[in-house]
């Protein structure tokens, strides 16, 4: 008897331990359902298999679990004439879709693909084995918080582009934090938000300030295209990429709720160019940063003359194009639109290659070892 209830009163505690843990998971409040996701413009992996989608068509964060996926070896991937192939399967042609985003699950380096159609229909696709496959979102495990004071669909720049697609430029997790660059409806627009995760109630934001080196100015308005939090001598910090194209450092635990913030503007990498996406990689060792652009070649820059360099840029750089602050080297690969990390060491990129052709591959790791 009492052998008996000595084991059941295991089991009861053993069942407890695991029902509260798994209550604990970052998932416990989500639901099944169509999350309504309208637009994908910046999409990355937290724990767990989720996926964090940046709409800003709908100036909403959703993460999609994704874990259920079957992981695939994608460690040869290469996948040619990726438009025709994506144009093939949404019954389209080439020049009506754009590849939006791009990201891998570190978890089990499975591949996915935002794509926008000029419809306006929203499409993700997993890379499987070197083809493609729909991942259906109109029903999906999710939780999804509204952004506070986007930027308005109505607002555009002095151009008469629409501003609406900048509401999440990029968008990260870490530390329990979805953290995500755009630009809000207030007077300093450019803004970096900090929203906690699980989603809550409450949203954190704050407004941002660089200067500009090759505009020869402070401003206020531009966001950040595309940013890394990362540690810096022991302590986490934002590397931030901006068009035309400063290269900005804002220490995380200075941005605060409603403060106004300005940054440290560590290089300018050359004008007439916007970065895509910025990655780190590496080991100990050998540790760097890699910077898509879109109009130069992508760059890599050794995380040890970034921990290095400790002044800011504060006067113009009037030679046109030039480079100044952190150096950095220009790899051979041109035309990146879409960068990630694969593994510790290993790059993935979208390509357009000198004969015309879109590739899906993997960058060679020779280059940053």
């Known amino acids: 008897m009492k052998t008996y209830l000595t084991s059941t009163i295991l089991s009861i505690f053993l069942f407890s331990t695991f029902t509260i843990q798994a209550n604990s998971s970052l998932k416990s409040d989500f639901k099944t359902g169509d999350p309504g996701i309208t637009s994908i413009n910046s999409m990355f992996f937290g724990p767990e298999g989720i996926l964090f989608i940046g709409d800003s068509k709908s100036a909403q964060i959703v993460a999609v679990d994704l874990s259920k996926h079957a992981k695939t070896d994608n460690s040869k991937v290469k996948i040619n004439q990726l438009d025709n192939l994506i144009a093939d399967m949404l019954g389209s042609k080439v020049d009506?879709?754009?590849?939006?985003?791009?990201?891998?699950?570190?978890?089990?380096?499975?591949?996915y693909l935002s794509i926008l159609h000029s419809s306006g229909k929203v499409v993700l696709l997993r890379v499987d084995n070197n083809t493609l496959k729909v991942v259906p979102l109109d029903n999906v495990s999710f939780s999804?918080?509204?952004?506070?004071?986007?930027?308005?669909?109505?607002?555009?720049?002095?151009?008469?582009?629409?501003?609406?697609?900048?509401?999440?430029?990029?968008?990260?997790?870490?530390?329990?934090?979805?953290?995500?660059?755009?630009?809000?409806?207030?007077?300093f627009?450019?803004?970096?938000?900090?929203?906690?995760?699980?989603?809550?109630?409450?949203?954190n934001y704050s407004s941002l300030e660089i200067y500009h080196a090759a505009h020869g100015k402070y401003e206020t308005h531009a966001p950040?295209?595309?940013?890394?939090?990362?540690?810096?001598?022991?302590?986490?910090?934002?590397?931030?990429?901006?068009?035309?194209?400063?290269?900005?450092?804002?220490?995380?635990?200075?941005?605060?709720?409603?403060?106004?913030?300005?940054?440290r503007t560590v290089a300018e990498l050359g004008s007439g160019?916007?970065?895509?996406?910025?990655?780190?990689?590496?080991?100990?060792?050998?540790?760097?940063?890699?910077?898509?652009?879109?109009?130069?070649?992508?760059?890599?820059?050794?995380?040890?003359?970034?921990?290095?360099?400790?002044?800011?840029?504060?006067?113009?750089?009037?030679?046109?194009?030039?480079?100044?602050?952190?150096s950095y080297v220009n790899l051979p690969f041109v035309n990146v639109q879409q960068l990630d990390k694969y593994g510790d060491t290993d790059f993935l990129m979208v390509q357009r290659e000198s004969n015309g052709n879109l590739a899906l591959k993997m960058g060679s790791s020779w280059w940053v070892k």
């Open 144 to 187: 999804k918080t509204t952004l506070l004071d986007p930027v308005a669909k109505e607002a555009k720049d002095k151009r008469g582009r629409e501003l609406r697609k900048w509401a999440v430029a990029d968008i990260k997790y870490s530390s329990g934090k979805v953290l995500l660059s755009g630009l809000s409806n207030k007077e």
């Open 189 to 203: 627009a450019s803004t970096f938000r900090s929203i906690d995760f699980p989603f809550s109630k409450e949203q």
């Open 96 to 111: 009506q879709i754009q590849i939006t985003d791009m990201a891998v699950n570190p978890e089990n380096n499975n591949i």
């Open 224 to 263: 950040i295209k595309t940013f890394i939090p990362t540690k810096i001598k022991g302590n986490t910090h934002i590397v931030a990429g901006y068009t035309c194209t400063p290269l900005v450092v804002f220490p995380i635990n200075e941005i605060k709720p409603g403060k106004h913030n300005k940054g």
């Open 273 to 326: 160019n916007s970065p895509v996406d910025i990655i780190e990689i590496g080991s100990e060792d050998k540790h760097y940063l890699l910077i898509a652009n879109n109009n130069r070649p992508l760059m890599k820059m050794d995380f040890k003359d970034l921990e290095a360099y400790e002044d800011s840029l504060t006067t113009p750089v009037t030679k046109k194009g030039a480079a100044e602050g952190v």
